[in-house]
């Protein structure tokens, strides 16, 4: 079975700093990997993903993420936060080698980027 | 481009009432199909998926059920709302052999 955790919670940042989301998954087969943002009340946006290839993706609004088979994680970045950056991100994984349709999506974590 | 529309956005039920949430999806063919439910602003619940008319799965067994009358309408349904439905309802929708999702707007259903 797969499954998807984000440690935090919530992530405190100052506006102009780097910022992390950390992710980490568990699949029986090939991980298929995608980062969402949601505003309040609004549905998900899709930033970014991972399905093969190199292992550094970017993303929408200047994200990216790195895939990391060993640590099986899925971390997503950017170098500089903005004020704007600040809402839920979800990340999620589906299994590639099963051929389903479903993606298992993280609790989420509150991003808040300080002015 | 492709749209994605979900209504209503907000609705207020008393419980043991009927429900029908409408999903329609334009600028596309033959989409895969997606009900999702969140609740308290967290974490997503698959609730059904669609990958043709009339093809239905179901994840979780509750009292939802969900229809594809047409190939981009979705339709959840509910005959007798409980308490416990409330929450915010996500469609969403993916091309064939496209892994991520795209998803509507959302319906806040409060059950009262």
């Known amino acids: 079975a797969q499954s998807v955790a984000q440690p935090e919670d919530q992530v405190n940042v100052a506006e102009g700093n780097p910022l992390t989301v950390k992710c980490t998954y568990s699949v029986s087969g090939n991980p298929y990997l995608f980062w969402y943002v949601q505003y309040p009340n609004r549905g998900l946006q899709f930033l970014l993903k991972?399905?093969?290839?190199?292992?550094l993706v970017k993303g929408s609004y200047g994200f990216e993420a790195e895939f990391n088979k060993s640590q099986t994680s899925f971390h997503l970045k950017k170098p500089s936060a903005l004020v704007s950056d600040s809402a839920l991100y979800f990340c999620?994984?589906?299994?590639?080698?099963?051929?389903?349709?479903?993606?298992?999506f993280g609790a989420g974590t509150r991003l808040f980027v300080k002015a | 481009s492709q749209t994605i529309h979900q209504w209503p956005a907000t609705l207020v039920q008393p419980v043991g009432s009927p429900l029908s949430l409408e999903c329609t999806v334009e600028?596309?063919?033959?989409?895969?199909l997606y009900w999702y439910r969140q609740a308290a602003g967290r974490g997503l619940q698959l609730l059904f998926y669609s990958v043709g008319i009339g093809q239905i799965s179901s994840e979780v067994p509750q009292n939802l059920s969900a229809s594809r009358p047409q190939d981009r309408q979705f339709i959840l349904s509910s005959k007798k709302l409980l308490l416990s439905d409330s929450g915010f309802y996500l469609c969403?929708?993916?091309?064939?052999?496209?892994?991520?999702?795209?998803f509507g707007p959302g319906t806040r259903l409060t059950v009262t």
């Open positions: 999620a994984v589906r299994d590639g080698g099963t051929g389903g349709f479903k993606t298992i």
């Open positions: 600028g596309t063919s033959n989409p895969n």
């Open positions: 969403a929708w993916s091309p064939p052999q496209v892994y991520e999702q795209y």
């Open positions: 991972y399905i093969t290839g190199d292992n």
